[in-house]
């Protein structure tokens, strides 16, 4: 079992509809969780971080983190054709020295 | 300008050859990563450094080695290119924790696409 699971999609959904990204992961001593974007031929760049459990909100996205069922989400609201890239989960542990966990990233497309 | 540089940007290469990809940051952060991205694989680690005389290795290293020649600068290298290190190539950059314990985040470069014939 791969430490960090994420549907690759692809999604498709219309403008204006509401967005749920998923990331289910093994290890329970992950505590820091991300979400990174990525437009197509770029870096990838954060785009929400969140320690612990609980939810994140900025602007139009809201980013949830369960650690009891190991499940972190990204909602996205109202969804905009810019928001068409590649989101990616990632995660650490406490421990100084742990290097992020990508999951492998899912597709969105929002069309207008 | 770019907190986060790579060079070339793209590059195309033969079987067999000695390659070098080049990553500068002027983030003034401590720790530097290389990572490759190959379509339905995600994003594997192949190499780390925490300082300029700290070099990890990652998930996936066989076939590469670095170089941390300053502090602001991490370099990879394919000593024998190959056809499957065809990829795209990021280098990222985080600061160390902090006294609290606070996870860094990573920031990522552009990324260079190598193609190995």
């Known amino acids: 079992q791969k430490e960090v699971e994420q549907d690759p999609g692809p999604l498709s959904v219309p403008e204006g509809a509401i967005v749920s990204l998923n990331c289910t992961y093994s290890n329970s001593a992950f505590q820091y969780f991300m979400w990174y974007r990525q437009y197509s031929r770029k870096g990838p760049e954060l785009l929400m971080y969140t320690y612990s459990s609980g939810n994140k909100e900025d602007g139009r996205f809201t980013a949830q983190v369960d650690k009891s069922s190991k499940y972190i989400s990204l909602f996205i609201r109202d969804s905009q054709p810019s928001d068409s890239a590649t989101y990616l989960c990632a995660m650490s542990a406490r421990q100084a020295g742990t290097a992020l966990i990508f999951g492998k990233g899912t597709t969105l497309s929002v069309s207008s | 300008d770019a907190d986060v540089t790579q060079t070339p940007r793209n590059r195309i290469t033969k079987t067999g050859k000695r390659i070098m990809l080049e990553c500068s940051q002027t983030?003034?952060?401590?720790?530097m990563y290389w990572y490759r991205q190959d379509p339905g694989l995600g994003l594997r680690l192949i190499y780390y450094?925490?300082?300029?005389?700290?070099?990890n290795k990652g998930e996936i290293s066989d076939g590469y080695s670095v170089s941390r020649q300053a502090q602001a600068k991490f370099s990879l290298s394919l000593e024998s290119a190959i056809p499957n290190q065809t990829a795209l190539y990021f280098c990222?950059?985080?600061?160390?924790?902090?006294?609290?314990?606070?996870?860094?985040?990573?920031?990522f470069g552009p990324g260079t696409r190598l193609l190995v014939l």
């Open positions: 990222a950059t985080s600061d160390s924790p902090g006294a609290g314990g606070i996870q860094e985040t990573q920031y």
């Open positions: 983030k003034g952060h401590d720790r």
């Open positions: 450094s925490f300082d300029v005389k700290d070099i």
